[in-house]
């Protein structure tokens, strides 16, 4: 079933956009009339908020050189809380706007992001499908399998004002929103006692931010992990650069053992055991030589458990905007969590 229809050029119409500080402007791009954005994590907003169950955006995107991303904004609580689904040169990326801080570097792999042939350098269709559940990415005009599923959407599924968004230069033109029926995506998503199962840790206590010494007194606020084990801080905290916060957790262990601790991070990290330091790193956006994305196995330690109580903390700093997080999975199969 489908429904009441808006298009909108965005060439000769974005007097009903609100374009911010953007820079947005009408142009054309290989013959084709066009809006040109060119700023670093830009968004503009339909000014008319969307009131449908069930939706469908649709668009015509150009990534005109090697960089650059290009999307599609939905369910946006504010200018700094959106969903967000882009068009990359090789992939299409699920990236939800968390404190005006992109977060990929949280939601990556198959269940997030879905590799792509090279597309730059012509015009291709983008379609969103968005319900109550989540929603499917459509790439290509015919498209009759979903590009990626998402069976839940970070921001709760909130109805909201929807957009357009880019990094970097790129084209967008013929912007619509299309009343659908809605049909729940079928894609499950793991629950906390699987991630338990995997020796995640899935409680911690997240401090409030410092940008150099330590404060003396510190204000925790606590926090579940995400589907995915990574604890995101991004949803607590805005990712200035320079930022600190402190995190830790507390459980119980029935018997001294040693494992293997694995961990992954963004940006840099200082780690300690039962307050004895086990492991300092970075790890940021530097392409080609890492992504900073945000993978539980990415680093590794021998660990000493005593029996009874045992605690993690750690300090994790931020050099960038993205997605600022933690994931630790202690290999202990016979931990209890202290809240």
Not at 137 to 154: C, I, R
Not at 289 to 304: E, K, L
């Given at each position: 079933?489908?429904g009441?229809?808006?298009?909108?050029?965005?060439?000769?119409?974005?007097?009903?956009?609100?374009?911010?500080?953007?820079?947005?402007?009408?142009?054309?791009?290989?013959?084709?009339?066009?809006?040109?954005?060119?700023?670093?994590?830009?968004?503009?907003?339909?000014?008319?908020?969307?009131?449908?169950?069930?939706y469908?955006?649709?668009?015509?995107?150009?990534?005109?050189?090697?960089?650059?991303?290009?999307?599609?904004?939905?369910?946006?609580?504010?200018?700094?809380?959106?969903?967000?689904?882009?068009?990359?040169?090789?992939?299409?990326?699920?990236?939800?706007?968390?404190?005006?801080?992109?977060t990929?570097?949280?939601y990556?792999?198959?269940?997030?992001?879905?590799?792509?042939?090279?597309?730059?350098?012509?015009?291709?269709?983008l379609?969103?499908?968005?319900?109550?559940?989540?929603?499917k990415?459509?790439?290509?005009?015919?498209?009759?399998?979903?590009?990626?599923?998402?069976?839940?959407?970070?921001h709760g599924?909130?109805?909201?004002?929807?957009?357009?968004?880019?990094?970097?230069?790129?084209?967008?033109?013929?912007?619509?929103?299309?009343?659908?029926?809605?049909?729940?995506a079928?894609?499950?998503?793991?629950?906390?006692?699987?991630?338990?199962?995997?020796?995640?840790?899935?409680?911690?206590?997240?401090?409030?931010?410092?940008?150099?010494?330590?404060?003396?007194?510190?204000?925790?606020?606590?926090?579940?992990?995400?589907?995915?084990?990574?604890?995101?801080?991004?949803?607590?905290?805005?990712?200035?650069?320079?930022?600190?916060?402190?995190?830790?957790?507390?459980?119980?262990?029935?018997?001294?053992?040693?494992?293997?601790?694995?961990l992954?991070?963004?940006?840099?990290?200082?780690?300690?055991?039962?307050?004895?330091?086990?492991?300092?790193?970075?790890?940021c956006?530097?392409?080609?030589?890492?992504?900073?994305?945000?993978?539980?196995?990415?680093?590794?330690?021998?660990?000493?458990w005593?029996?009874?109580l045992?605690?993690?903390?750690?300090?994790?700093?931020?050099?960038?905007?993205?997605?600022?997080?933690?994931?630790?999975?202690t290999?202990?199969?016979?931990?209890?969590?202290?809240?």
């Open positions: 079933m489908t009441r229809k808006q298009s909108y050029t965005l060439w000769d119409d974005l007097e009903k956009f609100d374009v911010g500080d953007s820079g947005a402007c009408p142009s054309e791009w290989k013959g084709r009339k066009a809006l040109y954005l060119s700023k670093m994590n830009s968004a503009i907003f339909l000014r008319e908020e969307v009131r449908y169950e069930a469908r955006l649709h668009a015509e995107v150009a990534i005109p050189g090697e960089v650059g991303f290009v999307g599609l904004v939905f369910d946006a609580i504010d200018s700094e809380n959106y969903e967000l689904i882009y068009l990359a040169p090789l992939e299409i990326q699920y990236d939800p706007i968390m404190n005006g801080s992109m990929w570097q949280i990556n792999g198959p269940f997030y992001q879905r590799p792509l042939p090279n597309t730059t350098g012509e015009w291709r269709d379609t969103v499908e968005v319900d109550p559940d989540g929603a990415v459509y790439f290509g005009n015919s498209s009759t399998e979903p590009a990626l599923v998402l069976s839940s959407l970070q599924g909130q109805s909201g004002k929807v957009g357009v968004w880019s990094y970097l230069p790129a084209y967008i033109r013929n912007f619509s929103i299309e009343e659908i029926h809605p049909v729940p079928s894609r499950s998503i793991r629950a906390l006692d699987t991630l338990i199962s995997e020796t995640f840790i899935t409680e911690w206590h997240v401090s409030n931010v410092f940008m150099q010494d330590r404060p003396l007194e510190q204000h925790w606020t606590p926090a579940l992990v995400e589907e995915n084990g990574v604890l995101n801080i991004n949803r607590i905290h805005k990712a200035e650069p320079g930022a600190t916060v402190e995190v830790k957790s507390v459980f119980m262990v029935d018997e001294q053992q040693e494992t293997i601790l694995t992954g991070f963004s940006d840099t990290i200082r780690l300690w055991v039962n307050d004895a330091e086990v492991y300092q790193g970075n790890w956006w530097d392409p080609p030589v890492q992504d900073g994305r945000i993978r539980p196995d990415f680093a590794s330690v021998p660990v000493q005593r029996k009874g045992n605690s993690i903390r750690a300090e994790l700093s931020r050099k960038e905007d993205f997605g600022w997080g933690l994931a630790v999975k290999g202990l199969s016979n931990m209890t969590l202290i809240s």
